[in-house]
C-alpha cells in the first residue's frame, strides 16, 4: 500500500510539472547561440553573445557574471567626434521572437580585471540573467584578438 501511494504520488507531481511548465518549451524560451571573446590584450577583455527569443512574452537581459573576472558588465561602443567610446547599459531588453547579436563595435560583455589573460583557444563559463527566463549558463570560446565574428 505504502508502495503504491508513493508511485501515485509520483505520477502526481510529473502531471503537475507538465500542466505548469512543460520543460521542452521552457528550454527553448531563450536560446544562447554563440557566445564568444578575444584573447585580451591588457586586462580587460570582451566577450559577445546572441541571444534568441523563443518565448511568447518580451524579457530583458539584466546581468551577466563570470569568474574570469570580478566586475563583468553590458557596455555598447559607439562613435562620438570620431572616437570610439563605450558606455554601460544596464538592461537589454529582447522582444518575443527577437535576436540580440552582440558583436565588436557594438554591444559587448566587458570582463573587467581579468584574473588572467583570455588566450585563443581558452573557454570559460558565463551566466545570462534575464528578468523573466532566469539564468542561463554558457560556454565561451575564446579567439583571436582581432577577431571579428567567432572564428
Ligand atoms: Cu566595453
Do not use: C
Request: proline share 7%; no cysteine.
Amino acid at each position: 500500500m505504502k508502495k503504491f501511494y508513493a508511485a501515485a504520488l509520483g505520477m502526481l507531481a510529473a502531471t503537475g510539472v507538465l500542466i505548469a511548465e512543460p520543460a521542452s518549451t521552457r528550454a527553448n524560451e531563450l536560446r544562447v547561440e554563440s557566445a564568444w571573446a578575444r584573447a585580451s590584450a591588457g586586462r580587460n577583455g570582451a566577450a559577445f553573445v546572441t541571444v534568441y527569443n523563443g518565448g511568447n512574452a518580451p524579457d530583458r537581459l539584466v546581468g551577466v557574471a563570470s569568474p574570469v573576472a570580478p566586475d563583468v558588465m553590458v557596455h555598447r561602443s559607439f562613435e562620438e567626434d570620431g572616437t570610439m567610446k563605450m558606455e554601460h547599459v544596464a538592461a537589454i531588453p529582447i522582444a518575443n521572437g527577437q535576436r540580440i547579436e552582440m558583436k565588436p563595435g557594438g554591444l559587448h560583455i566587458m570582463l573587467v580585471n581579468l584574473k588572467q589573460p583570455l588566450k585563443k583557444g581558452d573557454q570559460f563559463p558565463l551566466s545570462l540573467t534575464f528578468e523573466r527566463g532566469g539564468t542561463k549558463e554558457t560556454t565561451v570560446t575564446v579567439y583571436g584578438p582581432g577577431a571579428m565574428e567567432p572564428k
